[in-house]
């Protein structure tokens, strides 16, 4: 693996009225394992939301692999909780550069990098992620498919907290407003010692796909979009990640 999934795994995906709730913050491509612990000071806009409004999360701090943050969930129905992180820079080697657009399924950033002689250059590339998880207290409400407004967005056209498993979730990726084709999305499922991550297949024209959820567990998509940097400057690359959380019970 050549990059960290930034996602959010809260203590629990159906959480009491008026409870406390704690949210880990994980980085890394092991789900549902956290390798390396986000830095707080990387950390923008923790919050959860909800039809009733929206509150910031309290209390980040680091322990072992994981950064965690408190939030009290008020009032009933499906909350997102979300955050996102500051712009960071990375420079890869030209082969791991490689390997990891193949990982990503970044399938035009490589024919770009061979029309235009960049094959033999290194990776500077600029990323953001946005992290997203679907929680719910008591009766869910449409709330499920609320957009944020983040530059790249997984949302659930069904809630998944009323699927069981062998069914399927249909989603849309968005970016910058407008649904984003041709993007590659990966799932991965935990319960208990059991995982699996798999590749699902590329959004179409309405940036929609329909992801299998055979097992229940806890569930993270995660999908990236990379384009020309604006700022030759600052990178070549500039990357937006968007992963989302939830459980199938």
């Known amino acids: 693996m050549f990059a960290h999934d930034l996602y959010l795994l809260p203590g629990l995906f159906r959480v009491p009225q008026g409870g406390e ?18 830095k707080v000071e990387r950390l923008r806009d923790s919050q959860v939301s909800g039809r009733s409004g929206s509150a910031a999360m309290k209390n980040l701090r680091v322990s072992g692999n994981e ?11 499906n909350f997102l909780l979300s955050v996102r992180t500051v712009p960071n820079f990375i420079e890869l080697a030209p082969d791991k550069f490689l390997a990891y657009l193949k990982e990503e399924g970044l399938s035009e950033v490589i024919e770009w990098r061979t ?6 250059k290194p990776g500077r590339e ?39 498993a062998g069914g399927s979730l249909p989603v849309q ?21 059991r995982k699996k991550t798999i590749v699902v297949g590329r959004t179409g ?21 990379m384009e020309r940097c604006a700022e030759p400057a600052a990178a070549d690359w500039e990357s937006s990640w968007a992963s989302l959380t939830f459980e199938i019970q």
Request: glycine share 10%; charged share 20%.
């Open 67 to 77: 950064t965690f943050g408190d939030v009290t969930i008020a009032g009933t129905g």
């Open 21 to 38: 709730l704690k949210v880990a913050f994980h980085n890394g491509d092991s789900f549902p394992e956290s390798e390396v612990a986000p």
């Open 115 to 120: 029309q235009h002689a960049e094959t033999g």
């Open 205 to 225: 024209a309405d940036g929609s796909i329909t992801v299998p959820v055979p097992q229940t567990g806890k569930w993270r998509l995660h999908s990236l979009k």
């Open 126 to 164: 600029r990323y953001t992620k946005f992290a997203k998880s679907l929680i719910r207290s008591g009766s869910p409400d449409d709330y499920f498919q609320h957009a944020l407004g983040f530059p790249i967005e997984i949302i659930p056209l069904r809630d998944p907290s009323t699927i069981h």
């Open 173 to 193: 990726v968005m970016f910058l407003g407008k649904p984003a084709a041709g993007l590659q999305v990966e799932s991965a499922w935990a319960s208990g010692t």
